[in-house]
């Protein structure tokens, strides 16, 4: 916002504001599809005509694993029912966020597995190191 930083990626529920304000300019939105927050503005795929380009936030609870079984369940029980509450749901769309429901801990672990080879693959064709 102090004019310092030419170019950066940031997490949406914190765009909406300075773009408004003239502060900043977004040039494109990284999900697969506009966002109702900031509908103007095209996504990567519009943007830049990268075809099948997304990449987005996801949010999970995760815990130790000898933690047990009835435990975790549990835990994604009562997250669940907080996050389908038409509360939780709204607020979580004011600030440009899917309010999707929630899933299962293997659900969450298949998500994880599969997106695994997909990032590795961005790392290594892009040569990223870490220092």
Known sequence: MGGHVPLFFASLPTVPEPVKA???RALAIT???RSPLLPDVPSV???AGIKGYEATIMYGVHTPAKVSPDIVRRLNEVMGKVLRSPDTVAKLQAQGMAATIPGTPEQMTA???EN???WAKVIRDANIRLD
């Open 116 to 118: 695994i080879p997909r």
């Open 45 to 47: 795929n519009e943007a």
């Open 22 to 24: 003239g502060k900043a």
């Open 111 to 113: 998500y994880i597995k």
């Open 31 to 33: 999900s697969a599809g």
